[in-house]
């Protein structure tokens, strides 16, 4: 879980520049860049893990399904930007991917 909570971090947050931000509520191409990313993210994770390639793009695809789900979802529920709902999205949002990450790990075997 170490791994993807790193990958998380940095695919999530740290490679997500100013115009994935601001523009993948309304840009689907920002969208899925940023989804993109979290999927190449897994893919790297679990390369790592099982040193085998299938798996890696499967459960790779998998995640990006997956964010672009979760992430669609919550950019189209209105909320203020900073207020309780906004903190309760967003946290939502964040452990429904680790759940994903959870989910992978068990079906890799861990």
Not at 29 to 52: E, S
Request: net charge positive.
């Amino acid at each position: 879980m170490f791994l993807f909570i790193i990958k998380h971090f940095i695919c999530d947050w740290l490679l997500q520049n100013n115009w994935i931000a601001n523009n993948k509520a309304t840009n689907p191409m920002a969208l899925l860049l940023h989804c993109f990313i979290n999927g190449v993210g897994t893919v790297i994770v679990v390369l790592i893990i099982t040193f085998d390639f299938r798996p890696a793009l499967l459960l790779g695809l998998f995640e990006f399904s997956f964010h672009l789900v979760v992430d669609k979802i919550k950019l189209h529920i209105p909320c203020e930007r900073f207020g309780r709902r906004y903190w309760i999205i967003l946290g939502t949002d964040q452990s429904l991917h680790y759940m994903s990450y959870y989910l992978i790990i068990k079906l890799i075997g861990g």
